[in-house]
């Protein structure tokens, strides 16, 4: 099951920033006081965030995904990640340019392209069977709609479609077919 922490409130997974907040043992799993760490999300075993200044040996200065094995206690960057990410519990998408959904396997190392799109994406979450994102595939920036993309079908599918934007789509358990419902 995939949890995102409140990615867009704590812009920093320094553990100090939130002590008071949770009860409990907290570890700091950043890397850098002075870097910029952002929208962290949790899944399974590991964390994921986005770091903005870091460059230890073998990753890149500048912006870069890292995550931790909670388990393992041990931290591993993505060299070359793009900008809009999500993770399941074993594996991290995220948003190449030009619009590339590409997939890190956690287990092994390896990355793969997963699909194509034609358009930019927002707020994107995953669990084990599913992508959901935003996106404006029109690029008017006034009609922000819900898409997904299921694994075992490997198609994108558009589910809703109204006048209103949406945002801030996420996804948990096992998918359940979309109705009319939700559009």
């Known amino acids: 099951r995939s949890v995102s922490i409140l990615g867009d409130v704590f812009e920093d997974i320094n553990a100090a920033s939130i002590n008071n907040t949770f009860p409990g043992t907290l570890k700091n799993i950043s890397l850098d006081p002075n870097s910029v760490q952002i929208k962290p999300k949790i899944a399974g075993d590991y964390v994921l965030w986005r770091d903005y200044n870091s460059s230890p040996e073998g990753c890149p200065q500048g912006s870069v995904l890292w ?5 393992q206690e041990t931290k591993q960057c993505i060299p070359d990640s793009g900008y809009q990410y999500a993770m399941n519990s074993h ?12 997939v890190y396997n956690i287990a ?10 034609d358009y930019h994406v927002l707020d994107m979450n995953a669990d084990d069977e599913n992508i959901v994102w935003t996106s404006d595939p ?33 996804v ?3 998918s359940e077919e979309h109705t009319s419902e939700l559009q």
């Open 138 to 170: 029109l690029q008017e920036y006034n009609s922000y709609q819900i898409y997904v993309y299921n694994f075992q079908r490997g198609v994108v599918e558009q589910l809703t479609n109204t006048p209103t934007k949406k945002y801030y789509p996420d």
């Open 67 to 71: 995550y931790y094995d909670i388990n």
């Open 91 to 102: 594996e991290i998408f995220w948003l190449d340019y030009p619009y590339q959904f590409r």
């Open 172 to 174: 948990s358990g096992r």
């Open 108 to 117: 092994d190392g390896s990355t793969r392209e997963l699909t194509r799109l």
